[in-house]
Nanobody, 122 residues
């Protein structure tokens, strides 16, 4: 059974940085890996995704230029480097796997993790 486990969340001041990690067990990483987030009272939203090769990435407009997604297939791990964090980035962040970029964007996910809290104070 595939498990995705997120780590690296926590509390940070606005303008600070955090690096999330997502370790996969039970299977190699899927073709497309990504991150989603859900803020209190809001729907889950797409944040970023990355192709198997790492060459193709995509970001939500709200994080473009501040967040960077990367992957290490040898370590079965995906990362999300978050810089210049804002209070509106506060959310539970989920690691997710999908067969295609389109599936990831429409949240037709193959697997997802339990989520990890990121809180940005003003």
């Amino acid at each position: 059974q595939v498990q995705l486990v997120e780590s690296g969340g926590g509390l940070v001041q606005a303008g600070g940085s955090l690096r999330l990690s997502c370790a996969a067990s039970g299977h190699t990483l899927s073709n497309v890996m990504g991150w989603l987030r859900q803020a209190p009272g809001k729907e889950r939203e797409f944040v970023a995704h990355i192709s198997w090769s790492g060459i193709t990435t995509a970001y939500a407009d709200s994080v473009k230029g501040r967040f960077t997604i990367s992957r290490d297939n040898a370590k079965n791990t995906v990362y999300l480097q978050m810089n210049s964090l804002k209070p509106e980035d506060t959310a539970v962040y989920y690691c997710a796997a999908a067969a295609t970029a389109q599936a990831m964007g429409s949240m037709h996910l193959a697997y997802w993790g339990q989520g990890i809290q990121v809180t940005v104070s003003s």
